[in-house]
């Protein structure tokens, strides 16, 4: 579940870049990601609480969802960036 959600994941945002010039199929593809992301965060989740040990979770945990809080400091500079068309870097995390 984890492993079939992060492929479908990665691969949608691998090809956002070339898909700017149509916003329907960037947005379809972004919903496919989320559909992949939301299969895979449950399922780290349950991997957590049953292969780690009690004293190891937090940390455990606070790996898992760093990305979502370096996703929430990122926020206001990609905003920044987007009017320029910088789209490769955005979504690379390059910017």
């Given amino acids: 579940m984890v492993g079939g959600g992060l492929t479908i994941s990665a691969l949608s945002t691998f090809a ?18 989320g559909l992949g992301e939301a299969a895979a965060a449950p399922g780290g989740f349950h991997i ?29 500079r990609r905003s920044a960036v987007i009017p320029t068309g910088a789209y490769f870097g955005i979504v690379y995390g390059m910017v």
């Fill in 48 to 76: 957590i609480a049953h292969w780690f040990p009690k004293a190891e979770k937090v940390t455990a945990y606070d790996l898992v969802c760093s990305p979502f809080i370096a996703t929430l400091i990122q926020i206001n």
């Fill in 16 to 33: 956002v870049p070339f898909a700017v010039k149509s916003l329907p199929f960037v947005i379809a593809l972004r919903v496919i990601c």
